[in-house]
């Protein structure tokens, strides 16, 4: 069974596992500038964050009561989801895992911070590691610096998808994120994080056309709103 991932502007994306949907760092229309969609059109059984900046959390909580999926993130931003009053959230920290019922979902390091909107504390940034139940293996770096311990991801055995951040200025630029795809040793990237705002202008084409030549790992450019199939 393949899984669907569609981009929803900005580092937002959809997976549909074929028997669940799950929603990466809800930011939809109007929050997000990128955006395909307003939070009111988008279903989710799983919802899973990264971090708590406003990029990343706008829309988590009217999604969540909106759809009753259960939020998955670390125990900072957990405890902050309950008091907005979302019922369904687990907490993981980093380098712990559970299995859902989508599969495995394990926090991984990220270099970068994690402050939530009204200013609270959002624990400390994660990636996220899906092992979905055929074994397919999907990395969502979130918003992180390049990091050497990416190469353990690799070394756990095979990733079928990387999506990673391109933009600079907050998280890895291209040059970076070339050297991540290799170190997580990704069959696929997609690339996200990257012309939301000027600060974070790339050219994404250039990036996977040169991270083909260098590397000979695939990479598709998603516009908000479409979608790359994974084929297993
Ligand atoms: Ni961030
Ligand atoms: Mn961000």
Same mark, same amino acid.
């Given at each position: 069974m393949a899984f669907t991932v569609t981009s929803h502007g900005h580092a937002t994306f959809s997976i549909n596992t074929g028997e669940h949907k799950l929603v990466i760092d809800p930011f939809f229309a109007p929050n997000n500038? =990128?955006? @395909?969609? @307003?939070?009111?059109?988008v279903e989710a059984d799983f919802i899973l964050i990264t971090h708590g900046h406003g990029d990343h959390v706008a829309d988590a909580v009217e999604l969540a009561k909106n759809t009753n999926a259960t939020c998955i993130c670390n125990h900072e931003i957990h405890e902050w989801l309950m008091k907005q009053g979302v019922e369904k959230v687990h907490p993981l920290h980093i380098g712990g895992g559970n299995n859902f019922d989508f599969g495995h979902l394990k926090l991984t390091i990220a270099h970068h911070g994690s402050m939530l909107p009204d200013g609270s504390n959002g624990g400390n940034p994660a990636g996220l590691l899906i092992t979905l139940k055929n074994g397919q293996r999907i990395y969502? =770096?979130?918003?992180? =610096?390049?990091?050497?311990?990416?190469k353990l991801i690799g070394e756990a055995g095979r990733l079928d998808l990387a999506v990673l951040p391109?933009?600079?200025?907050f998280t890895m630029g291209p040059d970076d994120a070339l050297l991540a795809a290799k170190f997580c040793g990704a069959r696929h990237v997609i690339p996200c994080?990257?012309?939301?705002?000027p600060l974070i202008e790339q050219d994404a084409q250039a990036f996977c056309d040169r991270l083909l030549i260098e590397t000979g790992i695939t990479a598709t450019v998603l516009a908000s709103g479409q979608s790359y199939q994974d084929e297993f």
């Open positions: 500038p =990128a955006a @395909d969609v @307003d939070v009111s059109q969502i =770096a979130g918003d992180t =610096a390049l990091t050497y311990d990416m391109i933009g600079d200025n994080h990257y012309n939301t705002w």
